[in-house]
């Protein structure tokens, strides 16, 4: 079973210029945002925002979960599909 997670992040960069966004994985592949202007701390807001942010492997991946019928784990904490289907309609 794929085991796809949302979880805010905090970047340092070897310079010391931080900034913020997502990692967004699964069982197959991952990627990254870091073009947030503040650390997302509440979970299905930072679901839009990876929504609003995606590139190929992210669409697919919340494509899959609409088709799919698939909770997300974001930030450690597991919603099931009916708790991100709205927000995952916009699709």
Known sequence: MNSPAL????FT????????GYRLYD???????NMSSC???????????????????????????SEEQQGLEINNEFYDFDLIKDVLKGL
């Open 7 to 10: 979880i805010a992040t905090t």
């Open 13 to 20: 960069d070897l310079s010391g210029h931080v900034s913020y």
């Open 27 to 33: 069982n197959y592949g991952k990627t990254y945002c």
């Open 39 to 65: 650390l997302i701390e509440d979970d299905l807001e930072l679901l839009q925002f990876a929504i609003r942010e995606e590139d190929e492997f992210s669409e697919t991946l919340f494509a899959f979960l």
